[in-house]
Nanobody, 127 residues
Framework: QVQVVESGGGLVQAGGSLRLSCTAS????????MGWFRQAPGKEREGVSC????????VYVASVKGRFTISRDNAKNTLYLQMNSLKPEDTAMYYC????????????????????WGQGTQVTVSS
């Protein structure tokens, strides 16, 4: 049984930092690209970042480049998202997902490219 669990969300002031974690079990974590998505109330789920199975390849949505860093520890089956210089517009539920492929494909920001999802962790940035 596949389990994907996010943690690390919370309330932070603008300019602050948070580190999200995602642990996955029941799948071959080290063989799959992984992604972070977010969804704000009334908006569609948005791809934030993707990392290849090796951790060498990463990609980000333009709005978080230079502020967020995705990483992974395959020995611990854990994915991370370090979020710095947070803005109120970063407020959303953040989701971790396992991709269908080993690398971040051209469709990395599309939900259909991912097969297993966590329940999300809430990030709220106050102004």
């Amino acid at each position: 049984q596949v389990q994907v669990v996010e943690s690390g969300g919370g309330l932070v002031q603008a300019g602050g930092s948070l580190r999200l974690s995602c642990t996955a079990s029941g799948l071959t974590f080290g063989s799959l690209a992984m992604g972070w998505f977010r969804q704000a109330p009334g908006k569609e789920r948005e791809g934030v970042s993707c990392i290849s199975r090796s951790g060498i390849g990463t990609v980000y949505v333009a709005s978080v480049k230079g502020r967020f860093t995705i990483s992974r520890d395959n020995a611990k089956n854990t994915l991370y998202l370090q979020m710095n210089s947070l803005k109120p517009e970063d407020t959303a539920m953040y989701y971790c997902a396992a991709a269908q492929y080993a690398a971040c494909s051209a469709s990395w920001s599309q939900t259909y490219a991912y097969t297993d999802w966590g329940q999300g962790t809430q990030v709220t940035v106050s102004s």
